[in-house]
């Protein structure tokens, strides 16, 4: 799955038994996301070989931990693994179009530059946070929240404290959200959330609301919300 909210290449320890990883030393580090359970254990391995359409790594380093598959895939790529292209994604028929940049250097592939302060017309400015890509978003015409794009969210999800600065929130035993570090215990639902953001606008009669105050931990910003597949596509 092409999960804009993850980073690289990230597989079950059973696909990387199969495909014969190395691994690259016996420490381990957590995977965090959303869910409530405990972070599991995520170990580092390398590929001799990645190849994606005509797109091919050599020595590529993957995430591997129990949670990166799931009944609807078997791993997940971030979009962070095509920094040297320019990425075109459509969500409507399911493509994903790469351009080379002509000036690329490898020596300057982790380097961040600030946008220019004049943007180009038709744009919007967008923030980034390691490999996380966030926009100023209003809700209900207030604020200029952080939303996360996410585009491994089957839904769009707001902080519960931001929905209920904004509107009615009401308990929904019934929603079920599960993440990599599992189900998240308390899902409730907020009524009638406009999201504005770039120029655009989506109403929602109700909306997915969580706790977000652990994936903010981990991210280290706070986080009003995540704009998934009901947006993106």
Same mark, same amino acid.
């Given at each position: 799955m092409l999960d804009t909210g993850a980073s690289g290449i990230s597989l079950?320890?059973?696909?990387?038994?199969? @495909?014969?990883?190395?691994i690259l030393g016996a420490e381990s580090d957590e995977a965090r996301g959303i869910g !409530? !359970?405990? @972070?599991?254990d995520l170990y580092r391995y390398l590929t001799s070989e990645a190849r994606i359409g005509d797109v091919t790594f050599a020595d590529f380093p993957v995430s591997v931990f129990r949670s990166a598959k799931s009944p609807n895939h078997d791993g997940l790529i971030g979009a962070d693994v095509f920094r040297r292209f320019l990425i075109e994604i459509d969500f409507t028929r399911s493509q994903l179009r790469l351009?080379? =940049?002509? !000036?690329?250097? @490898? &020596?300057?592939?982790n380097e961040v530059e600030d946008a220019n302060s004049r943007l180009p017309a038709g744009f919007v400015r967008a923030l980034r946070f390691g490999n996380h890509l966030t926009v100023p978003t209003s809700v209900n015409q207030k604020g200029a929240y952080l939303f996360l794009i996410d585009s491994g &969210?089957? &839904? /769009? *999800? *707001?902080?519960? @404290? +931001?929905?209920?600065? &904004?509107?009615? #929130? =009401? /308990?929904?035993?019934?929603?079920? #959200?599960?993440? *990599? $570090?599992?189900? #998240?215990?308390? +899902?409730s639902r907020a009524s009638r959330i406009t999201l504005a953001f770039a120029g655009f606008r989506q109403d929602n009669p109700d909306l997915l609301t969580a706790?977000?105050?652990? $994936? /903010?931990?981990?991210v280290g910003i706070g986080l009003a919300g995540i704009l998934g597949m009901p947006v993106l596509r």
């Amino acid at each position: 799955m092409l999960d804009t909210g993850a980073s690289g290449i990230s597989l079950s320890p059973k696909a990387a038994e199969q @495909a014969g990883l190395d691994i690259l030393g016996a420490e381990s580090d957590e995977a965090r996301g959303i869910g !409530d !359970d405990k @972070a599991l254990d995520l170990y580092r391995y390398l590929t001799s070989e990645a190849r994606i359409g005509d797109v091919t790594f050599a020595d590529f380093p993957v995430s591997v931990f129990r949670s990166a598959k799931s009944p609807n895939h078997d791993g997940l790529i971030g979009a962070d693994v095509f920094r040297r292209f320019l990425i075109e994604i459509d969500f409507t028929r399911s493509q994903l179009r790469l351009e080379p =940049y002509p !000036d690329w250097q @490898a &020596s300057e592939s982790n380097e961040v530059e600030d946008a220019n302060s004049r943007l180009p017309a038709g744009f919007v400015r967008a923030l980034r946070f390691g490999n996380h890509l966030t926009v100023p978003t209003s809700v209900n015409q207030k604020g200029a929240y952080l939303f996360l794009i996410d585009s491994g &969210s089957f &839904s /769009n *999800i *707001i902080d519960s @404290a +931001v929905a209920e600065d &904004s509107t009615r #929130v =009401y /308990n929904h035993g019934r929603t079920l #959200v599960h993440g *990599i $570090q599992g189900r #998240v215990k308390e +899902v409730s639902r907020a009524s009638r959330i406009t999201l504005a953001f770039a120029g655009f606008r989506q109403d929602n009669p109700d909306l997915l609301t969580a706790n977000m105050e652990k $994936q /903010n931990d981990a991210v280290g910003i706070g986080l009003a919300g995540i704009l998934g597949m009901p947006v993106l596509r």
